[in-house]
Protein backbone atom coordinates (compact mmCIF):
# COMPACT_ATOMS: atom_id res chain seq x y z
CA UNK A 1 0.00 0.00 0.00
CA UNK A 2 1.74 3.54 -1.41
CA UNK A 3 -0.45 5.92 -0.19
CA UNK A 4 -0.51 9.16 1.55
CA UNK A 5 -2.35 9.60 4.62
CA UNK A 6 -4.92 13.15 6.16
CA UNK A 7 -5.43 13.75 9.53
CA UNK A 8 -9.06 14.49 10.56
CA UNK A 9 -7.91 18.27 10.69
CA UNK A 10 -6.85 18.22 7.60
CA UNK A 11 -9.91 16.59 5.86
CA UNK A 12 -12.02 18.68 7.51
CA UNK A 13 -9.75 21.71 6.41
CA UNK A 14 -10.15 20.31 2.81
CA UNK A 15 -14.21 19.23 3.43
CA UNK A 16 -14.72 22.65 5.31
CA UNK A 17 -16.98 21.14 8.24
CA UNK A 18 -15.65 20.37 11.84
CA UNK A 19 -12.83 17.91 13.04
CA UNK A 20 -15.84 16.19 15.39
CA UNK A 21 -17.95 15.86 12.08
CA UNK A 22 -15.34 14.09 10.51
CA UNK A 23 -14.82 11.93 13.61
CA UNK A 24 -18.09 10.84 13.68
CA UNK A 25 -18.29 10.21 9.96
CA UNK A 26 -15.76 8.15 10.60
CA UNK A 27 -16.94 6.04 13.28
CA UNK A 28 -20.37 5.58 11.39
CA UNK A 29 -18.39 4.42 8.14
CA UNK A 30 -19.60 7.22 6.03
CA UNK A 31 -15.76 8.02 5.46
CA UNK A 32 -12.62 5.49 4.81
CA UNK A 33 -10.71 5.71 7.34
CA UNK A 34 -7.96 3.90 9.71
CA UNK A 35 -7.88 3.77 13.38
CA UNK A 36 -4.44 3.79 14.35
CA UNK A 37 -4.87 3.97 18.26
CA UNK A 38 -6.73 7.10 19.43
CA UNK A 39 -6.26 8.48 16.01
CA UNK A 40 -8.00 8.03 12.70
CA UNK A 41 -5.81 8.63 9.34
CA UNK A 42 -7.40 9.11 6.41
CA UNK A 43 -5.97 7.25 2.67
CA UNK A 44 -6.19 10.63 -0.01
CA UNK A 45 -6.98 7.44 -2.83
CA UNK A 46 -9.98 6.14 -0.98
CA UNK A 47 -11.50 9.04 0.12
CA UNK A 48 -11.41 10.90 -3.52
CA UNK A 49 -13.06 7.54 -4.62
CA UNK A 50 -15.96 8.05 -2.20
CA UNK A 51 -16.29 11.62 -2.65
CA UNK A 52 -16.28 10.62 -6.20
CA UNK A 53 -19.07 8.56 -5.85
CA UNK A 54 -21.55 10.82 -4.06
CA UNK A 55 -21.04 13.80 -6.72
CA UNK A 56 -24.49 14.47 -8.83
CA UNK A 57 -23.57 14.56 -12.65
Known amino acids: MND ?3 TTDEVAT ?9 ERMARRGDLPALRISRQYR ?3 SALNKHLESLCVA
Open 4 to 6: EFL
Open 14 to 22: KLRMKPSTI
Open 42 to 44: YPV
